[in-house]
């Protein structure tokens, strides 16, 4: 299996920045895809990226140039660097993992227990 754990979180103001990190172990195959996800109180599960072993990285529409993400395989960790802020980012972000292949369409396996980011106007 893998284990995920997400940290950086917190509140900002719109237009802020925040950077979230994700630490995962477990087994490698089973890590190859690491996605972000983000549910908002009374709205469905949304997928923001998901980025592959081999540096392939994919966003949702809605936070295309604005989010980045990196991978440090060594240190075995994902981050989403989020600029330009707006209220409508705040939500629970989780990080997951599965095998390949690596979509954002696809189903993930392992979750983290997520981070709270809050964006007040």
């Known amino acids: 299996g893998v284990q995920l754990v997400e940290s950086g979180g917190g509140s900002v103001q719109a237009g802020g920045s925040l950077r979230l990190s994700c630490q995962f172990s477990g087994d490698t195959d089973s890590s190859y895809c690491i996605g972000w996800f983000r549910q908002a109180p009374g709205k469905e599960r949304e997928a923001v990226a998901a980025?592959?072993?081999?540096?392939?990285?994919s966003y949702a529409n809605s936070v295309k140039g604005r989010f980045t993400v990196s991978r440090n395989n060594a240190k075995h960790s994902l981050y989403l660097q989020m600029n330009t802020l707006k209220p409508d980012d705040t939500a629970t972000y989780y990080c997951?993992?599965?095998?390949?292949?690596?979509?954002?369409?696809?189903?993930?396996?392992?979750w983290g227990q997520g981070t709270q980011v809050t964006v007040s106007s």
């Open positions: 980025n592959d072993r081999d540096g392939i990285t």
């Open positions: 997951a993992a599965r095998g390949w292949p690596c979509s954002m369409r696809r189903e993930f396996g392992y």
